[in-house]
């Protein structure tokens, strides 16, 4: 989430997509230590790509609904992902 004041704007969606991009190669990287097994490596690229997703779609639409899409996309996919690795270890 960026501030501004003309609302969404075209740089930072494209700030979004890049970051959940780079959420792809560092979601893997635990399995890829040894940290978490491969489940979790699959709920957390489906989890990623669904963010690079929305990221792509609000750059799209460019609305304040698609923003507020990113926003709450966010709030899923962190407890999803830490779930998945916290899964992982109990299991």
């Given amino acids: 989430m960026l501030p501004s004041n003309e609302g969404p704007t075209k740089y930072s969606a494209i700030q979004a ?7 792809l190669p560092v ?8 940290m978490s097994g491969l489940v979790s490596m699959v709920v957390v690229l489906i989890a990623n790509l669904f963010m690079v997703g929305i990221c792509v779609r609000l750059y799209r639409e460019m609305t304040v609904k698609a923003a507020r ?3 709450f996309g966010s709030y899923i996919y962190l407890p999803v992902v830490l779930l998945a690795l916290l899964a992982n270890k109990m299991g």
């Fill in 17 to 23: 997509i890049i970051y959940s991009l780079l959420l």
């Fill in 27 to 34: 979601g893997v990287l635990p399995y890829f230590t040894g």
């Fill in 69 to 71: 899409r990113v926003m």
